[in-house]
């Protein structure tokens, strides 16, 4: 269960319902049979957080203009089927069927002497660009000479490597100095040395709810108490991606006042939403009021392949005048995942903070990685970037269209950059095709792993890295994993397509 339990008010409880559409069955569906129906998908898509305490029956009652009785006995039937808690005196609160919680274990990469069996739709992560990758490489061993007269290492980073980020900040909008520049060991290295500077043990951290799964087990394994905020959709475009919920984000601001909120605004990871300037600006005040800092994560925040660079927001830090906001960003969705750089931007004493907190890890990031980013970030970013961006368009083009023909009642909203898709699996459990793709050939991301509590049950995350001509084969092979579900599959291998490439 969530840290903070929350009271969900019977307005509030109202509009949720009112956005929970369920398909029509044939015939009659009794109204208790309905709701609690559309209480059970607000829960399992984690627009309803674990562990908020729901309306009493008669206040309910009264805000859906409904009887008690039929109030009472959704609740009931939601007791029984594990999705709602009562005790008296205390009322009720949601909760998830016992075993709904995700596998422990990380979803890891498929070792490389295994690709040609697996095929990886789990890890969101571009091959390398060539051969702009081999030629920067080349040109960073001929400057590395230089660098190997002293010991090797840079706290806050190599002063060549963080005046390019510095200007590639100002770039976008956010005039940057290479003194609030921190270079780390990847991005995964810049959340946690945040997170252990600015985050104390049992301190709560407010979360999207989908987030990126490795940084919530990060936060937890720090003794974070998650406070997850559901994303919210557009009756109006179902066919966009989610956006921030704001009244939803106020109350939790201002109930549970968290230490930190940490934000995927661009091109957000798992569900691709790209979060417009003005609520930036809305939730950057809504957290100044709070008190509370926020963490955002712009490891996406290059790849807008379907929209100009001029219709992109400008970064969060860019409208925040109190040092309210630390970004984080990498190197390895962009250029490569093997390339293991990664920034923080923050204020010049807490980069001094960071960098004399990290010689107790990792001391310092490699200068030949460095070297190399700085020749990618550098002149030639232009180029390298269109290079990938072509990639994803055509991968994202092709998988949306293999999956719409393959496996129309699954529901997803087109991006316009990233590198994730969130798909609804039309009521099929994302752990179970988890583990039968795993034992049949297919690496599947379970959208329970990206939710605080076991939530996002139904749904699966697919990136857009898999080449264009290979996508209809790819989505076949999860065709036939869903349809072996469905019908019964226990486990054992299923016979699947080949992957052509």
Request: charged share 20%; glycine share 10%.
């Amino acid at each position: 269960m969530a840290d903070w339990q929350s009271s969900v008010t019977p307005p509030a409880l109202a509009r949720l319902l009112g956005s929970a559409r369920l398909p029509d069955p044939p015939g009659h569906r009794p109204a208790y049979r309905a709701l609690a129906g559309q209480i059970r998908l607000l829960i399992s898509e984690g627009r309803l957080p674990v562990g908020a305490r729901l309306p009493a029956e008669r206040e309910l009652a009264g805000a859906l203009a409904l009887s008690r009785t039929t109030i009472a006995t959704a609740y009931d039937t939601l007791r029984a089927e594990g999705y709602l808690r009562s005790r008296r005196g205390s009322g009720s609160w949601t909760t998830l069927p016992e075993g709904s919680d995700p596998p422990s274990d990380a979803l890891h990469p498929v070792p490389p002497d295994q690709a040609g069996r697996i095929l990886d739709l789990g890890v969101a992560a571009l091959p390398a660009p060539q051969p702009f990758l081999g030629e920067a490489a080349a040109r960073a061993v001929e400057r590395l000479p230089a660098y190997t007269r002293g010991h090797g290492h840079y706290p806050t980073g190599l002063p060549v490597l963080r005046e390019a980020l510095a200007r590639r900040f100002t770039a976008r909008g956010l005039a940057t100095t290479p003194d609030q520049i921190l270079v780390t060991t990847g991005a995964m290295g810049a959340l946690h040395l945040v997170q252990r500077a600015l985050v104390g043990r049992g301190d709560r951290v407010a979360v999207e709810a989908p987030s990126y799964a490795h940084t919530l087990q990060g936060l937890r394994l720090g003794g974070a108490r998650l406070v997850p905020v559901p994303m919210a959709r557009s009756t109006a475009h179902p066919s966009r991606p989610p956006h921030w919920d704001l009244a939803e984000w106020r109350r939790v601001l201002q109930g549970a006042t968290p230490r930190l909120a940490y934000l995927i605004p661009d091109f957000h990871n798992p569900t691709g939403a790209l979060i417009p300037e003005e609520q930036r600006r809305e939730l950057l005040a809504a957290a100044r009021t709070a008190g509370t800092l926020l963490l955002v994560d712009e490891t996406m925040a290059e790849l807008g392949w379907g929209l100009p660079d001029a219709g992109l927001p400008r970064p969060m830090a860019a409208l925040d005048r109190s040092a309210q906001v630390v970004t984080v960003g990498s190197a390895a969705k962009l250029l490569w995942g093997g390339l293991r750089v990664g920034w923080v931007r923050a204020a010049p004493a807490l980069v001094r903070r960071l960098a004399a907190d990290r010689v107790y890890t990792d001391v310092g990031t490699p200068v030949l990685d460095q070297l190399i980013a700085t020749e990618l970030i550098g002149e030639r970013l232009g180029e390298v970037r269109e290079h990938q961006l072509a990639r994803l368009r055509e991968s994202a083009g092709a998988l949306g269209t293999a999956l719409r023909e393959r496996l129309p009642d699954w529901r997803f909203a087109e991006p316009v950059g990233g590198l994730t898709l969130w798909l609804d699996t039309g009521g099929l459990s994302g752990t179970a095709l988890a583990e039968a793709g795993e034992r049949s050939g297919l690496r599947i991301a379970a959208g329970a792993r990206f939710g605080v509590d076991g939530a996002f049950e139904g749904y699966v995350r697919i990136p857009f890295t898999v080449p264009g001509p290979a996508a209809g084969t790819a989505v076949d092979r999860l065709a036939a994993t869903a349809a072996a579900i469905r019908a019964g599959y226990r486990g054992g291998p299923a016979a699947l397509p080949p992957l052509a490439v």
